[in-house]
């Protein structure tokens, strides 16, 4: 029921016009900043495993940012917004399912973006893709896996965000930001100062992002040393294992962050300034 | 004896219009600095972000200069944000809380209110985009040639009042937009990061490109910055900095009086439709 | 000045189209028709009537919010629709509920804030915000924020940002709206030590609470559906009454009694039947106290018994169901909310 409702709310973007821009427009501008900024430097050659590394990577990456940031978003929205945060609360849906909710119909929309970033890297950027040499079974598993993981750090960001009431406007963005740096969705954690890598060697993220890749293009990750090491069953053993803690942390979180925000007033409070 | 004397003294004319435009960055100002958490959300996150595309120029081996750019990038992408998410979509946000038919009522101009929006922001988004610069060049070692100070800030001077002309313009716009305005402003984030050149000189593009981008006032702006500040900047220039110092003058004028003629076609639209009040009224 | 009257209106109108998407035609709304009022320097006039009366929208018009879409209205003896501007100098405008200002802002800065925007010095705006805040009893919250006022406190920091300009003319869109009993209270003996202290100041004041008309205003116009019915000073508008017999009736009844079985016996001219806790009440309007004889006898028939019965002096209440054959808490409750 609360999750119904929150996709409910959420699925308002299958206006076309609105579906347009959030899932056409706005990923593949972003995407087209990298390929400019590639294509300025190395002279176009779009041929590169360097190249597929970063675009794939940047694709997949809006799962994160859609998912995970639109889970904590809903909070802002709801308080700042429409202020009916509170009203949700004084009802008796179960808010962190409702914000799920909200999250899954951001899961399709986001599915349809990275399928239209990925035709256009196929059709125009000479990004590899052969069917037959895809491993599917691979490609599911952690697509799965890695969702469950964005919903649950999204829980987590909903949480600070309900917490830190005074100041919530660009935080999950801000956060999804700092993520793209630390979870090699770009560029290979080598090219981070030493001291940064740890963050992204304990981030999901990365292990996700890597699992995608390689199951998706072999041998585009091949060109790369980061896990090199780590066989295909490894990874995903070491992605479930950090998504099962980040899962307890957020939840944790979230019920430690929600005790507060009630304690403090915090539910309704807005700051349009 | 009366419980209150009346009035005795009430300014009008310039007076009262700079009384209105301090009145209202007040809040911006202050709003600021009473939430110290700014620092870390709008300075240090956004460098953050700064930082992975310093990095993705890294991993292609691009020239140092580059990474320059990204760092003036991100803290130009400051005020763009400010002008999005605190001009435009304002006057919107004013409506639903009331305030704007509280503004329209009062002597004082919707131009100064405008203004003192926009002021305010300027204040409060400079002490962001200082940050970012200082953070950004320490952290990446960001080696400035500076052709010409005089010229630079003049620049960033013309960028600025065109910028916020801009939003204050639209403003008026997207006031009768109502909530599609905050979709608009949405669309008008990645694509003009991308084609006003946040990250990279315009000067890649087909010429159409940056000539539709000079819409925004970031597009010319940015490029001449680059050009007047950074070794590499002359030869990787889309025009001259003179003629996009012309163009800027131009883009001032053009969008401060058309933040006027919209205000005021605005406020009697809005009249006439009864728009001005908050939804539930 | 063309004329001597601080508000007038002829034959004002506004008509809403409400846009029908997917419809060719719109379709409209009479939210104010053919409005005729003269208010004069010096009063304190009322508009009561219920939700969705039509007063808002009057209020709107007359503080330039609001085009009319037909007749004409001036305050301060200036045009609305083609002077905006000088009745903007003159005017200020505070309504129930409303959360204007800005949250992170304190009290008083909030107010010096709005006092900026009337040309008001700071130091005079302050000295008079310390002033107004003391008199309506919040000074000890001048620094805290604003977004922490409970209801009541956040309204009367609105009543002071009105008054702090010292408008000639002042709109009051109900200002007590969703204020408890002690805090209306307040703000009623404020509004009058307010008109008292200086005979030229002018005050429009809307409310669907009978007892603030009553109280308060000299003059007052009822209004329902967007058309003035009646205008007077509470008294006389309480005279028309005066040669009817109005009874308070309480009874137990086994069963509900139904109005039109009064509402058609000889002399009655007003019936309303309604439920209070365990009772049943009758208000009872008659062209003369003769006809109570059949009414007592339809009451006994009924199989119900008078607890108490009351002949009492005529209230406004009594005016607006004459005038509308309803009382207001029926209209409002007949009426979609208001638009």
Not at chain 1, 156 to 179: K, P
Not at chain 2, 173 to 181: I, K
Request: overall charge neutral.
């Amino acid at each position: 029921m609360a999750a119904w409702l929150g996709w409910k709310i959420e699925s308002n973007w299958t206006d076309p016009f609105l579906f347009t821009i959030y899932s056409i427009v706005k990923p593949l501008a972003a995407a087209m900043i990298l390929v400019v900024m590639y294509g300025v430097i190395t002279n176009n050659q779009f041929g590169s495993p360097v190249f597929a590394y970063l675009f794939i990577g940047n694709a997949f990456y809006q799962y994160v940012a859609n998912v995970m940031v639109g889970v904590s978003w809903a909070i802002v929205d709801d308080r700042e917004h429409y202020c009916t945060l509170k009203y949700l609360y004084v009802s008796p849906i179960s808010i962190p399912y409702y914000l799920m909710g909200r999250g899954v119909a951001r899961v399709l929309i986001t599915t349809f973006s990275v399928f239209i970033i990925m035709v256009v890297g196929v059709a125009f950027l000479h990004i590899p893709f052969n069917p037959a040499q895809i491993n599917w079974p691979l490609f599911v598993l952690s697509l799965v896996i890695g969702i469950i993981m964005l919903a649950m750090l999204g829980l987590l960001l909903a949480g600070v965000t309900l917490r830190m009431a005074q100041y919530s406007f660009n935080i999950g963005d801000s956060v999804a930001g700092a993520l793209y740096l630390f979870s090699g969705a770009i560029f290979p954690l080598e090219v981070l100062p030493a001291f940064l890598r740890p963050l992204g060697y304990i981030m999901p993220i990365s292990y996700w992002l890597e699992l995608i890749r390689r199951s998706l293009v072999g041998g585009v990750a091949e060109s790369f040393p980061t896990f090199a090491a780590i066989s295909d069953v490894n990874l995903l053993l070491i992605l479930a294992a950090l998504s099962v803690l980040f899962g307890v942390v957020s939840v944790w979180a979230w019920k430690k962050f929600d005790w507060e925000a009630r304690e403090r007033g915090l539910l309704d409070q807005t700051n349009n300034y | 004896m009366p419980m209150l004397p009346p009035v005795s003294k009430r300014h009008t004319g310039w007076r009262l219009f700079l009384m209105t435009v301090i009145g209202r960055s007040y809040p911006r100002v202050v709003g600021m600095q009473r939430e110290r958490s700014w620092i870390f959300f709008d300075t240090f996150l956004p460098m953050l972000s700064v930082a992975a595309y310093v990095f993705v120029y890294r991993a292609i081996k691009a020239p140092e200069d580059y990474v320059g750019f990204v760092v003036v990038g991100g803290a130009m992408m400051a005020y763009w944000m400010n002008v999005l998410w605190s001009m435009a979509s304002q006057l919107y946000w004013e409506k639903e809380t009331g305030n704007l038919a509280l503004y329209i009522i009062s002597p004082g101009s919707m131009m100064a209110i405008l203004l003192g929006m926009a002021l305010g922001g300027l204040f409060a988004t400079t002490l962001r985009a200082v940050g970012i610069i200082l953070l950004g060049s320490l952290l990446f070692q960001v080696h400035f040639v500076i052709a010409s100070a005089t010229q630079l800030i003049l620049v960033f001077f013309l960028t600025m009042v065109s910028l916020y002309g801009l939003g204050m313009m639209t403003a008026s716009l997207f006031l009768l937009l109502s909530r599609e305005a905050w979709h608009i402003s949405n669309l008008a984030q990645e694509p003009i990061f991308l084609i006003s050149g946040f990250y990279f000189p315009i000067k890649n593009f087909p010429a159409w490109v940056p000539m539709v981008g000079s819409f925004i006032p970031l597009t010319l702006g940015m490029d001449a910055m680059r050009q007047l500040a950074f070794a590499s900047g002359p030869s990787l220039g889309w025009i001259s900095v003179n003629i996009e110092i012309m163009g800027l003058i131009v883009l001032s004028i053009m969008f401060l009086m058309g933040a006027r003629l919209l205000l005021n076609y605005m406020e009697r639209l809005a009249v006439r439709e009864g728009r001005l009040t908050e939804s539930r009224g | 000045m063309e004329n001597h009257y601080a508000i007038e209106t002829q034959s004002l109108g506004r008509v809403y189209k409400i846009r029908n998407p997917g419809k060719k035609e719109n379709k409209t709304l009479t939210a104010l028709e053919g409005v005729d009022l003269q208010i004069k320097p010096g009063e304190l006039f009322g508009l009561l009537g219920p939700n969705g009366a039509g007063k808002t929208t009057l209020i709107k018009i007359l503080t330039t919010l609001l085009a009319p879409t037909h007749g004409y209205a001036s305050v301060a003896g200036y045009d609305v629709s083609k002077s905006p501007d000088d009745v903007r100098q003159r005017i200020n405008m505070v309504s129930g509920g409303e959360s204007s200002g800005y949250g992170l802002l304190t009290v008083r800065e909030n107010l010096w804030m709005f006092a900026q925007f009337y040309g008001i010095e700071s130091k005079e705006a302050n000295q008079r915000i310390k002033t107004l805040l003391e008199i309506v009893g919040i000074a000890d919250r001048a620094n805290s924020r604003s977004s922490n006022l409970s209801t009541g406190l956040r309204q009367k920091m609105n009543i002071v940002r009105g008054f702090l300009t010292d408008p000639e003319i002042l709109f009051l869109d109900e200002p007590t709206l969703g204020l408890d009993v002690g805090a209306s209270r307040d703000v009623r003996s404020f509004i009058r030590r307010w008109m008292d202290d200086d005979p030229k100041r002018t005050l429009l004041l809307t409310t669907h609470y009978m007892i603030e008309a009553d109280e308060l205003c000299d003059r007052v116009a009822i209004i329902n559906k967007g058309k003035v019915l009646a205008c007077g000073t509470p008294a006389s508008l309480k005279q028309s009454l005066q040669k009817d017999a109005i009874f308070h009736i309480d009874l137990d009844s086994p069963k509900v009694l139904v109005e039109s079985v009064f509402s058609i016996l000889p002399g009655v001219t007003s019936v309303k039947i309604h439920d209070n806790e365990n009772k049943t009440i009758m208000d009872l309007v008659l062209d003369e106290e003769s006809a109570l004889a059949n009414v007592i006898a339809t009451v006994t028939s009924q199989g119900a018994q008078i607890v108490t019965l009351q002949k009492r002096e005529p209230t406004l209440e009594d005016v607006f169901v004459k005038l509308v054959g309803q009382r207001m808490e029926e209209v409002e409750h007949a009426d979609a909310p208001a638009s």
